[in-house]
């Protein structure tokens, strides 16, 4: 956890427009819907992410609907 972010793992549900993505996270035992966004590195290594992928992703303590994508799992 670096500068406040919280690190969380969730699955891809579908692909939205550009390169955003519907997310299913699970916080205790909570099922919670959020949209994120493929990270710099992953973009420029171009790693593609798809629906039914599992991911990493980090999300800051100002906006908990948007997350970025930092790996996939």
Do not use: H, Q, W
């Amino acid at each position: 956890m670096e500068n406040g972010k919280i690190v969380l793992e969730g699955v891809v549900e579908e692909c939205l427009r550009g390169t955003e993505f519907s997310i299913r996270l699970d916080v205790k035992g909570k099922v919670k819907k959020v949209v994120g966004y493929i990270s710099g590195k992953m973009r420029k290594n171009y790693i593609k992410v798809g629906p039914g992928d599992r991911v990493a992703v980090e999300l800051t303590p100002y906006d908990l609907n948007r997350v970025r994508i930092i790996k996939r799992l």
